[in-house]
């Protein structure tokens, strides 16, 4: 059942920096005033990369029949890929008024019998939760009889935002899967990946050069990860948290446990990258592997130079105004910055505190009200590309500047060295696009 | 519990890959229909932004959605009331809906939650509807419709005037934003007044709008919706709306009910202007429509070549693979039909249907030649190397979802002709 104790836990947690002011990602939701996903949609994101388990929602239809199948997140797993499958118990009145857990456990032996997983995860949602189903009795027995994990998930959407979803999913994670394998030797540079998704692939990106550095990725939460290898990521020696302030918590809970340090890196863009490799170095503070990693730093900086040179000359004295969320406010400017564009200003509405005073090191302005200051910047500033969500889009058409879709899913990487040339790509084709100059014309019988 | 025991039942105890969508998301769509609203989906903020996220993706464009954002402290000591009112109060901070429309979801509705009392209590403040729409029963056509019965009851003003040739269309949720722009068009042609209730064809049709606001951009006015009641003919295509037709003539019995399961294919059209003549006393039809018929004649011709001997998979809600599936069998077609949700229609198929979920669509498909889904088929259809032809909720990967015209002598022959060269290059 919902651990209200663990939530509060969370909500307060003392490793979050922005936590000191003001609980901004923590808040309860405001009715009619709300907007982004649920503690369920956070736990899922978390955990549906796990492609070698089944992930098995307990509730009606919608939790899942919105949802499954719209992250591209990529997986190497080479026995069936579970991540873009949907499995849901479809509860329907009858079980709201006899109780669901017959029908979970129904589902458990259904899935075990067909499909032969490594481990299930249960996702409780706000139906299950209200009518009390025995979660937590219905998969401890069903792990006895069936000898693979099956880990409650409890995260009803109700309890709160994406956010704090994500983490009560790490908390799952920890308490049911991490520490309960043992693997045959210990690397001695063996790291866990905490919170990179592995959406288009980012950590594709970066994860061969890190192994050509020395340096070995035990587990991942959860981009292209195996529930083995979560099972062993207490025998690592370094947490890396990848752009993702929910899973501070799962971190420091495991240098309690496991005397495991953290660190939180970003690999968007070319000196976050690189700045990235030389914290989780730095970390182990082996010389040898240092020196090993600045070299690999400069091969890759000059290889990427190379590689951006055909778009500098069209990027170059380009200007941009950033319109998008969270972290992105300010790594996607660094990007930007990387391949040679001017970023002007960037919106730091819905950023956190900590979010904000990192963007004003990137970026000389940061506003707060787009519907005003957006236009506005734009003239001022003679700005080519607008960079922002859909909803940004007749700015752009009236101002007749480029404009690139930010919070769209994305269908390529833009992480590490790698995904920088994706990006540069991808400007340019916008600013070379004759239509944001086109569409907003004039209609004949609008001319005088 | 044993779980050993558990093993043998029969019915399969889960959906893998579900066909399903909710009844919420359902409604959300009826009241984007109309201008100037806001869905208010009552329950915790997830229902709402998936339901916000999948329809922004399938349409590409901006959709107006807010929530009461129940949590689990207001789940047990709220009846419904606060939520709502506070909703509503910071909805109308920000802008001013002609209509909230509010609707349950399963969380709301186990715990009960008195809606329609909530609904009075804010009578003098804003204009709304109320409809009960659980996830655990029916799904997208059933929430549509209930949104519809509900507006229709609740909205439309008493009168005993009645205008013969004004005409209230009822589409149900499977139409596209143009199929409903078409139908009003044809009907215009025959001299209705013609109003469609919802009327996705001005607001999710996707137009470059001036601004993009933060209510339903377009659609059936709130005064357009309460004067309806002079309606001579109300007409609804669809099984799942058809009781929608059915109260609006007990609410107004001077007026004509006419009520079409389908308008794609020869024989489903030739009913439509069959009723539709008769109804009018005339036997004369705009030259175009002859044309089309004429066109669609020689398409039947044309493409039973290849469809005559083409076995297809029809996966998507109830009313649309009905339709689908008599089209394709009119060129002669095996058609294999599964439904996501249990409809008055299943006993009308002239092919084999089922209510089932994509594994059980995927068991069938190694004997098929083509299938025919929303985009999670797309999967499946390059796992077999199957023809595949994207239909229904949520489809993702191609534009132009609103643009679609597949009903009437017109679509038919465009959907007839897609069919048949998707499967030419398979």
Known sequence: ?448 | MNLKELRTTSIKPLHVNPLKLSQPMGATLAFLGIKNCMPLMHGAQGCASFTKVLFTRHFNDPIAIQTTAVNDITAVIDGGDKGISEAVENITKKVTPDLVGLFTTGMTETKGDDIKGATLLLKEKQKMVYVHTPDFEGGLESGWSLSVQNIISQLIEPTTQIRKDKVLVIPNVNLSPIEVEKLKEALELMDFDVLALPDLSDSLDGHLGVKQGALSSGGISVSEIEKLGDAGLVMSIGRSVKKCGEMFHEKFPQSTHLHFDSLIGLEACDAFYAQVLNYLGSKSVPSVVKRWRARLQDVLLDTHFTLGKAKIVIADEPDSVYGMSKALQEVGASVEAFISQRSEIQDAFTCGVRIGDFEDVEALLPQMDMIIANFHAERLAHKHHKALLIRGFPNYEQVGIGLRHNILYEGSCAFLCEVNNLLGHQ
């Open chain 1, 1 to 448: 059942m919902v651990n209200r104790k663990l939530i509060k836990d969370l909500l307060n947690e003392s490793a979050c920096s922005h936590n000191k002011t003001k609980k901004a990602s923590c808040d309860k939701p405001k009715p009619g005033a709300t907007s982004g996903g649920c503690a369920f949609e956070g736990a899922q994101i978390s955990l549906f990369p796990y492609a070698d388990a089944v992930h098995l929602v307990h509730g009606p239809d919608t939790c899942l029949g919105a949802s499954w199948e719209t992250r591209a997140t990529l997986t190497s797993y080479e026995g069936e890929n579970n991540t873009p499958l949907g499995y849901c118990t479809n509860v329907t009145t009858q079980d709201i008024i006899f109780g669901g857990d017959k029908k979970l456990a129904d589902a458990l032996a259904y899935i075990v019998e067909h499909k032969k997983p490594k481990a299930i995860f249960v996702y409780e949602t706000c139906v299950t939760a209200m009518i009390g189903d025995n979660i937590d009795y219905t998969c401890k027995t069903a792990e006895e009889l069936f000898h693979i994990p099956i880990v409650p998930v409890h995260s009803p959407g109700f309890v709160g935002s994406k956010n704090l979803g994500s983490r009560l999913a790490g908390e799952a994670v920890l308490d049911a899967l991490v520490g309960t394998r043992e693997p045959e030797f210990i690397h001695p540079f063996g790291i866990n990946l905490i919170g990179d998704y592995n959406v288009t692939g980012d950590m594709w990106q970066y994860k061969p050069i890190l192994e050509r550095i020395g340096i070995k990725v035990i587990s991942s939460l959860s981009g292209d990860g195996r529930i083995e290898q979560i099972q062993m990521a207490h025998t690592a020696k370094l947490n890396v948290i990848v752009c993702a302030k929910s899973l501070v918590t799962l971190c420091r809970k495991m240098q309690e446990r496991y005397n495991i340090p953290y660190v939180s890196v970003s690999f968007y863009g070319k000196r976050d990258t690189s700045n990235a490799i030389r914290s989780i170095v730095n970390a182990f503070g082996d010389a040898e592997l240092i020196a090993k990693a600045e070299t690999i730093i400069a091969e890759e900086e000059a290889k990427l130079a190379e590689r951006l040179r055909p778009y500098h000359l069209m990027l170059k004295g380009k200007k941009a105004i950033l319109n998008t969320g969270g972290n992105k406010s300010w790594s996607i400017a660094s990007a930007l910055q990387d391949i040679g564009i001017e970023v002007v200003a960037t919106c730091v509405q819905k950023a956190t505190e900590e979010d904000v005073a990192i963007a004003s090191e990137y970026v000389p302005i940061v506003f707060k009200n787009p519907g005003v200051e957006q236009p506005r910047l734009i003239d001022e500033h003679k700005v080519d590309i607008l960079l922002a969500g859909g909803r940004s889009l007749y700015t752009a058409i009236k101002k007749r500047i480029a404009f690139v879709d930010v919070n769209q899913e994305k269908k390529v990487s833009y992480g590490a060295y790698g995904g920088l040339e994706n990006l540069a790509s991808d400007v340019c084709s916008a600013l070379a696009n004759p239509v944001f100059k086109l569409v907003g014309k004039a209609a004949p019988w609008e001319l005088v």
